[in-house]
């Protein structure tokens, strides 16, 4: 079955404590994408990768680390979360441009507290 | 960078009516243009799309236009039914570039009553 799963699914943490939000697909897919929701906003890039070790910047990479080390697995980190990155994150995968389908994760719900 | 703006917000119809959702962008050299359905509590799923070489597009009960010139986009639903309620996306690309971004508007709720 075609799937992208993102972990954990809640996450409540602290200010300043490191951590890391992981995203797998099995889909065989070249593009993943990290977006943030918030309300009144909508859904913004954070970052995104076009193949194994290539990463760019999307429209909010302020405070997000990433890493494409396999195909599979696009990490999202989060070096010393704040509280203004409270918010609803989904992780996308597509076939290889943005042009196509994007297939997103259930989603990741983070409080930074 | 791209700028995508959606109106309206919030939109209310009846059952069997139609909706209208649209959007403007700012880049002219964008090219592709999704929409995207969000239920309560579920994640974004595409439900139609449109290229810039393509004036209208059409799957069932729904319906894209685009106007390149005025750089806008639409999205229509006729007979609008009760599972259409929820948050609908549009968004903008460049599709072939070395840019894969891919920029949202703010959404639009649509609330369908029976």
């Known amino acids: 079955e075609a799937q992208v799963t993102q972990n954990p699914r809640y996450l409540i943490t602290v200010t300043g404590k490191k951590l890391t939000v992981t995203c797998s697909q099995n889909?065989?897919?070249?593009?993943m994408s990290w977006y943030r929701q918030d309300p009144g906003l909508g859904l913004r890039q954070i970052y995104y990768?076009?193949?194994?070790?290539?990463?760019d910047k999307g429209d909010v990479p302020e405070g997000y680390k990433v890493s494409r080390k396999e195909k599979r697995n696009f990490p999202l980190i989060l070096e010393s979360p704040s509280p203004n990155q409270t918010s609803l994150y989904f992780c996308?995968?597509?076939?290889?441009?943005?042009?196509?389908?994007?297939?997103f994760g259930p989603g990741t719900r983070l409080t930074v507290t | 960078g791209e700028n995508v703006e959606q109106h309206p917000s919030t939109l209310s119809v009846q059952e069997g009516d139609s909706a209208v959702i649209k959007c403007t962008y700012s880049?002219?050299?964008?090219?592709?243009f999704p929409w995207y359905k969000q239920e309560l509590g579920k994640r974004p799923q595409l439900i139609i799309d449109i290229r810039s070489n393509v004036g209208e597009k059409k799957d069932q009960r729904i319906a894209v236009t685009l106007n390149k010139t005025a750089k806008h986009f639409s999205l229509h639903i006729t007979e609008t039914q009760p599972e259409d309620s929820a948050v609908y996306f549009c968004a903008a690309s460049k599709v072939g570039g070395s840019n894969y971004k891919l920029t949202f508007g703010k959404g639009t709720l649509l609330t369908v009553n029976p």
């Open positions: 990768s076009m193949n194994v070790e290539v990463t």
């Open positions: 889909m065989n897919h070249e593009y």
């Open positions: 880049d002219s050299a964008s090219n592709y």
């Open positions: 996308a995968t597509g076939p290889g441009l943005a042009g196509y389908e994007q297939y």
